[in-house]
């Protein structure tokens, strides 16, 4: 199976900041990444698919790119209501699986 | 509007079984696939398996086969993940969500089902 490696875990930052979070791929997983949007109590959201497609009704601040197996969610300003926890997906190898996670947390 | 609205919480105990519904609106059932996925208290999310409405067909995670069983009923729009033989560590939120038809990455997610599993 595919490993992703999502990091940091947690990530401390203020409102208007501009954050990364990166997803490393044990092995080419081509462009087939997603990135989700996940707060306590409630649906995930797509954010990103293929790597760096933004999901319609997503706000353009978040994008995603890729470069080799290591890809990378940036957030330009962040919102306050970007505080949540964030999720890669890999969909180019059977099975499917998600990276561990990060936490947003307000500094 | 799509939406996807699953069944209540439930509690069972360790051995018993376990069935999750997932109500689709608002688009053709039968049009894309429904995945299950599940996150464990304090844990990430976990793919277990998904349902190919149109015709049935499935696949389960490999560590899940044999506990789990994916199921339609098309005249309802309503998908179901039964898991059987239930320990503690079940414990967690079931969601179901519906991919892209081009992809298996999920667009529309349901807002979960606690199931706890517990003595």
């Known amino acids: 199976d595919i490993q992703m490696t999502q990091s940091p875990s947690t990530l401390s930052a203020s409102v208007g900041d501009r954050v990364t979070i990166t997803c490393r791929a044990s092995?080419?997983?081509?462009?087939?990444l997603a990135w989700y949007q996940h707060k306590a109590g409630e649906a995930p959201k797509l954010l990103i698919y293929?790597?760096?497609s933004l999901e319609g009704g997503v706000p353009s601040r978040f994008s995603g790119s890729r470069s080799g197996t290591e890809f990378t969610l940036t957030i330009s300003s962040l919102q306050p209501d970007d505080f949540a926890t964030y999720y890669c997906?890999?969909?180019?190898?059977?099975?499917?699986?998600f990276g561990q996670g990060t936490k947003l947390e307000i500094k | 509007q799509a939406h996807l609205v699953q069944s209540g919480a439930e509690v069972k105990k360790p051995g018993a079984s376990v069935r999750v519904s997932c109500k689709a609106s608002?688009?053709?059932?039968?049009?894309?696939?429904i995945h299950w996925v599940r996150q464990a208290p304090g844990q990430g999310l976990e793919w277990m398996g998904w349902i190919n409405p149109k015709t049935g067909d499935t696949d389960y995670v490999q560590r899940f086969q044999g506990r789990v069983t994916i199921t339609r009923d098309t005249s309802i729009s309503t998908a179901y993940m039964e898991l059987s033989s239930l320990i503690s560590d079940d414990t967690a939120v079931y969601y179901c969500?519906?991919?892209?038809?081009?992809?298996?990455?999920?667009?529309?997610w349901g807002r979960g089902t606690l199931v706890t599993v517990s003595s």
């Open positions: 997906q890999q969909y180019n190898n059977y099975p499917s699986n």
């Open positions: 293929k790597a760096s």
């Open positions: 969500a519906r991919d892209a038809y081009v992809a298996p990455f999920l667009v529309l």
């Open positions: 092995q080419n997983i081509n462009s087939w």
């Open positions: 608002g688009y053709t059932f039968t049009d894309y696939y």
